[in-house]
């Protein structure tokens, strides 16, 4: 397991952006998938996007797609998550995820590493 703390979460209006770091702790091999989950009030948490650590994959889910964008910076050991044209339904806690490997990126279980969270709010 890797220690993770995010940050840039915050209030913004519909159509601003926002950009979320997830910092690690930790050795991060180049077999690691990287994620970001995130949790509205009443909802489940939900996937939204995922990186392997060696850059070679990316997905994202569907109400994202054109608007985030996911990266990360090896030296830093930092993920990013570059969020634009943000809606209020994208009002949640965002969550960083790691894990070695995962049979399935998108779900919740695969993930044994967590940050805290960041709020993000999108008024309208």
């Known amino acids: 397991q890797v220690q993770l703390i995010e940050s840039g979460g915050g209030l913004v209006q519909a159509g601003g952006s926002l950009r979320l770091s997830c910092a690690a702790a930790?050795?991060?091999?180049?077999?690691?998938?990287m994620a970001w989950f995130r949790q509205a009030p009443g909802k489940e948490r939900e996937f939204v996007s995922a990186?392997?650590?060696?850059?070679?994959?990316?997905s994202y889910v569907d109400s994202v797609k054109g608007r985030f964008a996911i990266s990360r910076d090896n030296a830093k050991n930092t993920v990013y998550l570059q969020m634009n044209s943000l809606k209020p339904e994208d009002t949640a806690i965002y969550y960083c995820?790691?894990?070695?490997?995962?049979?399935?990126?998108?779900?919740?279980?695969?993930?044994?590493?967590w940050g805290q969270g960041t709020q993000v709010t999108v008024s309208s």
């Open positions: 995820a790691a894990s070695r490997s995962p049979i399935k990126p998108t779900i919740l279980n695969s993930y044994d590493s």
């Open positions: 930790g050795r991060i091999y180049s077999d690691y998938t």
């Open positions: 990186i392997r650590w060696s850059g070679a994959s990316v």
